[in-house]
T-cell receptor
């Protein structure tokens, strides 16, 4: 079955450590996205990539980094510079073209203490 | 910049009844896309329904329909014959056309369904 995989579902880290969240899709989608979700907030865009080896900052990119070396993979690194990293992180992907919608992965809950 | 507003943080509906979730947005564009996403307790985001701004006809997907008022910049979701499985957070989202278009989400509304 085609879909988006995010692993792990729950992640715990100590403050000051970098952590990388995995996102893999086998939908052959061109575009991939990372969102952050906090209680009482909608989803906020961190980074997105329309094509391999290219990505753009979203609305809240500070303290995060990404890479897009393969079409199917878009890992997100939460660095120690991110002041409030504890959140639920969602990855999404989309086919090229205006008509198509974004499909979402199951998410990763990151807790930093 | 576009903004999406969902002013009701919570709503409740009796099973089998109808409920309407409100959403307004602000944009200066004439062509765009609007979406309703559902996020159940599993937290998996699921597309419920989509509306293209150039279409005057309101979108319908089984028990889900929208009331799209372009001039008023309003995009409400109506759920008919509510079921227990409809209990979830619902997010309204806006997207401009174009290669680098992004989804802008509202803050969401929590819908509970009373048996």
């Amino acid at each position: 079955d085609g879909g988006i995989t995010q692993s792990p579902k729950y992640l715990f880290r100590k403050e000051g450590q970098n952590v990388t969240l995995s996102c893999e899709q086998n939908l052959n989608h061109d575009a991939m996205y990372w969102y952050r979700q906090d209680p009482g907030q909608g989803l906020r865009l961190i980074y997105y990539s329309q094509i391999v080896n290219d990505f753009q900052k979203g609305d809240i990119a500070e303290g995060y980094s990404v890479s897009r070396e393969k079409k199917e993979s878009f890992p997100l690194t939460v660095t120690s510079a991110q002041k409030n990293p504890t959140a639920f992180y969602l990855c999404a992907s989309k086919r090229a073209g205006d008509y198509y919608e974004q499909y979402f992965g199951p998410g990763t809950r990151l807790t930093v203490t | 910049a576009q903004t999406v507003t969902q002013s009701q943080p919570e709503m409740s509906v009796q099973e089998a009844e109808t409920v309407t979730l409100s959403c307004t947005y602000d944009t200066s564009e004439s062509d765009y896309y609007l979406f309703w996403y559902k996020q159940p307790p599993s937290r998996q985001m699921i597309l419920v329904i989509r509306q293209e701004a150039y279409k005057q006809q309101n979108a319908t997907e089984n028990r889900f329909s929208v009331n799209f008022q372009k001039a008023a910049k309003s995009f409400s979701l109506k759920i008919s014959d509510s079921q227990l499985g409809d209990a979830a957070m619902y997010f309204c989202a806006y997207r401009s056309p174009g290669v680098n278009s992004k989804l802008t989400f509202g803050k969401g509304i929590t819908l509970s369904v009373r048996p």
